[in-house]
Structures are given as C-alpha cells and as structure tokens.
C-alpha cells in the first residue's frame, strides 16, 4: 500500500510538473512572490528507511538489519536569509521499524530458541531538525538546492525506562538522538502553491544503545556503540 500511494503521488507530481518544467516563461501563479517573505509556512510527508551501524568489542558476526520503509509528516517554517540562503525548521513525526538478526555465534554456550536471534525494533519519533538550504537562482519554474544542518529526536517507543531487558524480549535504545543532517532536492512552482521533491541523509552523533542487565548478554555485550543512520524522501507543499 505505501509503495502504490509513493508511486501515485509521483505520477501525479510528475504530469504536474512536466508541464510547466520546461516552458521557456515563468508560470503566472499566486507564489511568484514566495521567496520574498520573510516568513512562510507549509507542511511535509514522506517516506523514511532507517539502518544501525555498529560498532563491536569483539570480532564476532555483524548484527544483521532489516530495513523496512516507513512514513512521516510534519510541519515547516521557513525564514528568508537573502535571495539563496534559508533557515528552517521541520518538526515531524516518523515511523519505522527495524528488525536485527543476531548469529547463533553470539550464544555458544547458552540455550536459546529462534525467537532470542530476532530482535524487532519499533521507532517512533518526534523528530525537529534547524536546517540551512542553500538555492540557485530560479530558473524559469523550478529551483535546485542543497541543504543541511543538526537535528534531536524524541524516540517515544525506546524502552528506555523499562525495567525488562532482552532476557525479557525488550529491545532498549536511549530516548534522546542528536543526528547531522545532508540532502538536495528541487523546488518546483506550480500555480498555486510551490512544491519540492528532496532526498536527505541522516546520521546519528550519540551512542543509542542501553545495555542489559547481565555484563554478558549475548544481545548488547559485544556492542560498543550503536548509532541511527537513515535516508529520508520528503515532498513539502508550501
């Protein structure tokens, strides 16, 4: 379902555009003015794939991810610098899950079943991120743009402060992530509104994981660190 309603949108999207990409004039429309207030206001959805990196104490079988596809939306606030650069800030909430699969290395020497090789991790975050975009010039309809900065997330699903650990088949991860922020994309006016395809990278900077009870749980003993990376695909009407 959600990879038919991201293959609609884009259809949609794309006969929108297509139109107006490559007329030789500006289109005529109510936001010729946009990019010269000093505030502006819209809104974002899209989809989101989050991934871990490890780092390991001992030189033992990577823990394996499962990425799956998630969704977010959320709101934007735009404040104009000059005519190329912008600040803004994009406070959303993101789903994802994660699931990781352990090697039966990690037990030598403990009884365990199939269930104690998966681990399922449920994420949802409240994510706000202060980002500066940096633009080209306008060019007829449309506008390239870089755009990058810091960001803190609040994962309201990271077990933090329950008591049960992965002996009791719970997953715990810190409540609080500070991520750097890298992506592109391109603005597009249309006639009433002004709409931007982007791609953007996000890397965790703190270490997430909350380490078990027991000193040698085969689920976080051999883990030194363990840091949140993901890819998000956004589309934002302003």
Same mark, same amino acid.
């Given at each position: 379902?959600?990879?038919?309603?991201?293959?609609?949108?884009?259809?949609?999207?794309?006969?929108?555009?297509?139109?107006?990409?490559?007329?030789?004039?500006?289109?005529?429309?109510?936001?010729?003015?946009?990019?010269?207030?000093?505030?502006?206001?819209?809104?974002?959805?899209?989809?989101?794939?989050?991934?871990?990196?490890?780092?390991?104490?001992?030189? *033992?079988?990577? #823990?394996?991810?499962?990425?799956?596809?998630?969704?977010? +939306?959320?709101? /934007?606030?735009?404040? &104009? $610098? =000059?005519?190329?650069?912008?600040?803004?800030?994009?406070?959303?909430?993101?789903?994802?899950?994660?699931?990781?699969?352990?090697?039966?290395?990690?037990?030598?020497?403990?009884?365990?079943?199939?269930?104690?090789? *998966?681990?399922? #991790?449920?994420?949802?975050?409240?994510?706000?991120?202060? +980002?500066?975009? /940096?633009?080209?010039? &306008? $060019? =007829?309809?449309?506008?390239?743009?870089?755009?990058?900065?810091?960001?803190?997330?609040?994962?309201?699903?990271?077990?933090?402060?329950?008591?049960?650990?992965?002996?009791?088949?719970?997953?715990?991860?810190?409540?609080?992530?500070?991520?750097?922020?890298?992506?592109?994309?391109?603005?597009?006016?249309?006639?009433?509104?002004?709409?931007?395809?982007?791609?953007?990278?996000?890397?965790?900077?703190?270490?997430?994981?909350?380490?078990?009870?027991?000193?040698?749980?085969?689920?976080?003993?051999?883990?030194?660190?363990?840091?949140?990376?993901?890819?998000?695909?956004?589309?934002?009407?302003?």
């Amino acid at each position: 379902m959600k990879r038919f309603f991201f293959l609609l949108v884009s259809i949609l999207a794309f006969q929108s555009i297509s139109a107006q990409l490559f007329t030789k004039e500006k289109v005529a429309n109510a936001v010729d003015n946009i990019d010269q207030k000093f505030l502006t206001w819209g809104y974002f959805l899209g989809f989101n794939q989050y991934d871990f990196n490890f780092d390991y104490n001992e030189n *033992l079988e990577d #823990v394996l991810v499962d990425e799956t596809f998630g969704f977010h +939306l959320g709101l /934007i606030g735009d404040m &104009r $610098i =000059n005519d190329y650069m912008n600040l803004r800030l994009e406070p959303g909430v993101f789903f994802t899950t994660r699931n990781l699969n352990y090697s039966e290395s990690y037990f030598q020497g403990t009884e365990f079943n199939d269930s104690d090789l *998966l681990r399922e #991790v449920k994420s949802t975050y409240v994510h706000i991120p202060l +980002l500066l975009k /940096i633009s080209t010039k &306008r $060019i =007829n309809n449309f506008k390239p743009f870089i755009v990058g900065g810091f960001s803190t997330a609040l994962n309201l699903s990271s077990n933090e402060d329950n008591p049960n650990d992965n002996s009791s088949g719970e997953f715990r991860m810190t409540k609080n992530t500070y991520f750097y922020e890298l992506g592109f994309g391109i603005d597009f006016y249309l006639q009433y509104f002004k709409f931007t395809p982007s791609i953007r990278g996000i890397f965790s900077l703190n270490d997430e994981i909350i380490q078990d009870v027991d000193p040698n749980s085969p689920w976080t003993s051999n883990i030194s660190q363990m840091q949140t990376r993901g890819v998000f695909i956004n589309f934002t009407f302003q």
